[in-house]
């Protein structure tokens, strides 16, 4: 991504950050600001968030979308994307720890360079619980990079409240080239600790019911 002359940073590919956040103010400034160091056009959609949500991405220096009532990381992530005017993108959560250009730059370099239609990144020493949590379901991951117009094609990404096995199915049918890439000292504020035991536990269970019966729903 970095180049050595005005012409050559003319004709580097452009690349956008798209961010689906909700109830995510504590998190989302800090990866906003990552995003930023790698470039200018980064967009967070809040997915009705009843916090400081979009305050704290425009503060960070974000474009935001606000969605007025939370209908799930799918339609935000299409929000984003159809607010996004760059050929490839980043799609990151709004909840991580630890994240730098150099991680971006590592999920956007196989994609860049043509060798990958998608790269997938799954968290490498970052902390025992979302380590443990990627590696189990690294397909589930929600950081990725890849062609825009690639990600707009997915069936089903407006209307999955979790797009991820939306996405994963659709690599798998389009025959595209994917693979996974490590992203080191990078983790996620993991659900309990954002909302409580209780009902972090909660929400977890249902996030991952969603996603695990996503193959079952398709064919109904």
């Known amino acids: ?42 967009i967070v959609a809040s997915d009705g968030s009843g916090d400081d949500t979009a305050g704290a991405a425009r503060r960070a220096g974000a474009q935001v979308v606000a969605l007025p009532v939370n209908a799930g990381k799918g339609p935000a992530l299409l929000a984003a994307l159809h607010a996004a005017q760059a050929e ?23 994609v860049l360079a043509g060798t990958l239609d998608m790269s997938i990144g799954v968290f490498e020493g970052g902390g025992f619980v979302t380590d443990w949590g990627n590696k189990l379901t690294p397909h589930l991951s929600g950081q990725r990079a890849c062609r ?12 999955e409240r979790w797009p991820e096995p939306a996405i994963t199915a659709h690599l798998k049918s389009s025959g595209a080239r994917w ?42």
């Not at 003319?10 to 930023?36: D, S």
């Not at 009902?199 to 064919?219: C, D, E, I, S, V």
């Open 148 to 159: 825009r117009d690639w990600l707009l094609g997915v069936p089903d990404l407006a209307v």
């Open 1 to 42: 991504m970095r180049t050595g002359s005005t012409s050559a940073a003319a004709a580097a590919p452009r690349v956008a950050v798209v961010i689906p956040a909700f109830n995510e103010e504590q998190t989302v400034g800090a990866v906003v600001q990552a995003a930023l160091t790698l470039t200018p056009e980064v």
């Open 88 to 110: 490839f993108v980043v799609m990151l959560d709004a909840d991580l720890v630890g994240l730098t250009r150099e991680h971006l730059e590592l999920m956007l370099r196989p």
């Open 179 to 220: 693979d996974y890439v490590e992203l080191p000292q990078v983790a996620q504020v993991v659900k309990e600790k954002k909302r409580g035991f209780w009902q972090g536990a909660k929400a977890r269970t249902k996030m991952y019911a969603h996603l695990m019966t996503y193959r079952a729903r398709r064919k109904t």
